[in-house]
């Protein structure tokens, strides 16, 4: 640990949780790991007085807590999985803390916005404040497919929802995400010889090329919001004297609204083949509805404003291309920010890092917000 942090003694409770939660590293879909943190975030839940259910799933453990207080709850949202394998620790990202800047696998993203979460709630141990409920999933990382239901029914009942993702790099709030969607084109042909019966063969390569340009000419057309398409893995085929039977390709897509992405997704699900013969088919591997900013999450932005203000802080907020869970809550109308985590970069990056300095403020913030 270096000298800087000795700097930031007011933290040093904050920082050694932090660390004890970046040591188990866990990787979506370690279940053994999830079920670790779990377990250790859950004790400290509940020296804090909080009311805690861990939810078992194929992925690992999803963690709801309530605390008692004023008023309806407001959700805080997180998750402790990370996309960094057991053993990054130990080699390319070491925990550390230098001149102030602390890194660690998924310290940043986003085990340092649980720490913000559980420091506030021990500051204001024993005194009046607003209700809250957490909920930590387990495979956000991986878009939450065995957790979006359980969010939809943690929102049940609060007065808004925030999200303890990073920020902005400034250290803006995020305000609104664009959509996002991993769709997998499957294309099915004919094997055949590629050189003595090739006229036999119809070349699922060859209909998969077809398919992508179509596509990318149609999420470009100019009656469409902006969409971001990126094909990011192709596969097919075996040999070069074989006409291929079958390829595929994962697309990822992001939309600025919920009517472009519904009239893109419709479109690529009812994909015709150009080539007789061929079949093709698209599987949606995972969704995050477009969160386009409202009326209440502008309302639940100025209680952040207002308690910033008290504590001397200012705020801004501002849409963000990234997703994550408060997508999905945030299009529900639920009252929605997110990046209330401390500022930094590096996510998912080997220079992961965030500022203990921000790290201090964003408790201070969310202190002065739960204190309201």
């Given amino acids: ?44 839940m509940r020296e804090l007085g909080g009311e805690v259910v861990l939810h078992e799933t194929s992925n690992g453990v999803n963690l709801v807590a309530d605390f008692a207080g004023s008023g309806e709850p ?86 808004g929802a925030i999200g303890f993702e990073s920020p902005h790099p400034d250290g803006a709030l995020k305000l609104g995400r664009r959509g996002s969607v991993r769709v997998r084109v499957d294309v099915t042909g004919r ?16 209909e998969l090329v077809d398919q992508l340009l179509r596509i990318r000419e149609f999420v470009a057309a100019p009656e469409l919001q902006p969409v971001l ?71 639940l932005l100025e209680q952040v404003r207002a308690a910033a203000g008290a504590v001397g802080q200012q705020i801004g907020a501002r849409p963000a291309a990234g997703a994550g869970d408060t997508n999905l809550i945030g299009s529900l109308g639920i009252a929605t920010l997110d990046g209330f985590g401390p500022a930094g970069g590096g996510a998912h990056a080997v220079d992961e890092h965030f500022r203990v300095e921000s790290f201090g403020e964003r408790i201070e913030l969310l202190t002065a917000l739960l204190a309201l």
């Avoid at 270096?2 to 920082?15: F, K, N, T, V």
């Avoid at 940043?108 to 999933?137: C, F, H, N, P, W």
């Avoid at 055949?192 to 699922?204: F, Q, T, Y």
């Fill in 191 to 206: 094997a055949a010889h590629a050189a003595l019966d090739p006229e036999l063969g119809v070349s699922a390569v060859d």
């Fill in 229 to 299: 398409c990126n094909v990011g893995t192709v596969s097919g085929g075996t040999r070069a004297n074989v006409v291929p039977d079958a390829a595929s390709a994962e697309i990822g897509l992001r939309f600025v609204n919920a009517e472009t992405e519904q009239t893109v997704l419709d479109w690529i699900s009812s994909l015709d083949p150009v080539r007789e013969g061929a079949a093709v088919s698209a599987v949606r591997l995972s969704h995050r509805p477009t969160w386009q900013p409202s009326a209440a999450d502008d309302a």
């Fill in 74 to 159: 407001l959700l805080l949202v997180g998750h402790t999985d990370t996309v960094w394998p057991v053993g990054t620790l130990a080699g390319r990202v070491p925990w550390s803390i230098v001149d102030g800047v602390v890194r660690g696998p998924g310290a940043y993203d986003m085990k340092a916005g649980i720490t913000v979460m559980l420091a506030a709630l021990s500051r204001l141990q024993g005194a009046e404040r607003r209700a809250v409920r957490i909920v930590l999933v387990c495979d956000e990382e991986i878009g939450s497919p065995t957790s979006q239901q359980l969010l939809r029914e943690a929102t049940d009942g609060c007065a």
């Fill in 1 to 44: 640990m270096g000298s800087a942090a000795l700097s930031h003694g007011r933290y040093e409770a904050e920082m050694s949780l932090l660390r004890q939660l970046v040591e188990i590293e866990t990787p979506s879909g370690d279940t053994a790991a999830s079920a670790l943190i779990a377990d250790v975030i859950a004790e400290r």
